[in-house]
């Protein structure tokens, strides 16, 4: 090749060299529960964004670093996950991906303000899906983006994580069933900086009790169990012995009833715990009457 030659295929191929990425970090999936992604081989910051591919759909998903233990890190997914397959590679927002049309990155979401009902991953889900249709419903129904911004940060929505003002941090959830389950540890493990979590726990006897236990066990540390009123209620001895099955090694306290155990759990709480109360609408309610 002459020196001419040499000199040209240099200067065709400068822009694309320079375009090329110098590293590219990734991962790949490890294991999926509903919006929650496990990711392995790409550690990320709480906040932090990614995207990851789902081949089978032939789309990207965005996704959110909500925690990360030993070399795992956990994403919560903005978008539902079907198709996804184990395997499937992550990479932090902002990374060239190589297209057939060259390298190209993800701009990721714009944020929007949002109030304390819209804390959970879920809730901000819903409220994504009524800002969709909205958008749809325009030319028909108008709303002003000011009106959504308002509906946003006032919206109350009880029960559903929320997260009461003072201290100890108080947070009332329904989940019944393990779907919903799924979505409170993963919110739970987005609030960091907690000594220790403490539980008030019930559900009703029709319910799948022991799969919620079993999704939430490992991000207690004390539970206080009573029970509700009514014919389905489930009686305090079951709570325990479900517990224990469940693989709650930590004996539980038992309460007369959902007052009796949030008094106890503010006196055992220290500034620096939060007190989470879940299992039923029922339980929610109960609560909701002794802590306001």
């Known amino acids: 090749m002459s020196q001419a030659d040499l000199q040209h295929f240099v200067d065709s191929h400068r822009a694309k060299l320079a375009n090329l990425p110098l590293s590219v970090r990734e991962g790949r999936v490890k294991r999926v529960s509903g919006l929650l992604v496990e990711v392995e081989g790409l550690p990320l910051s709480i906040g932090a ?12 998903v965005d996704a959110e670093c909500i925690g990360f233990e030993r070399d795992t890190t956990y994403l919560m997914a903005f978008d539902q996950m079907a198709g996804l397959s184990p395997g499937a590679v992550v990479y932090p927002l902002l990374t060239p991906q190589r297209r057939a049309q060259g390298y190209q990155m993800r701009q990721g979401i714009a944020s929007v303000p949002i109030g304390p009902a819209l804390l959970g991953r879920v809730q901000l889900a819903n409220a994504s899906a009524c800002i969709a249709a909205l958008d749809a419903l325009r030319s028909r129904l108008p709303v002003s983006a000011e009106n ?61 009790i022991s799969s919620v236990v079993q999704i939430v066990r490992g991000h207690i540390d004390q539970w206080l169990v009573a029970p509700l009123e009514g014919v389905r209620a489930t009686p305090t001895a079951d709570l325990v012995r479900i517990l224990a099955e469940g693989g709650v090694v930590e004996p539980p306290i038992c309460c007369v009833n959902i007052h009796d155990a949030c008094d106890r759990a503010y006196q055992i709480a220290g500034e620096n715990d939060r007190i989470l109360i879940f299992g039923s609408f029922l339980t929610v309610a109960a609560a909701m009457n002794a802590v306001q």
């Open 49 to 60: 964004q990614a995207c990851v591919e789902n081949s089978r759909q032939g789309n990207w």
């Open 148 to 208: 959504v911004r308002t509906g946003l940060l006032q919206v109350s929505n009880p029960g559903r994580f929320q997260v009461m003002a003072g201290r100890p941090t108080v947070i009332l959830d329904v989940a019944h069933n393990p779907h919903a389950a799924k979505a409170l540890v993963a919110n739970l493990i987005q609030m960091t900086g907690y000594d220790r979590t403490i539980a008030i726990f019930s559900m009703l006897n029709d319910k799948n």
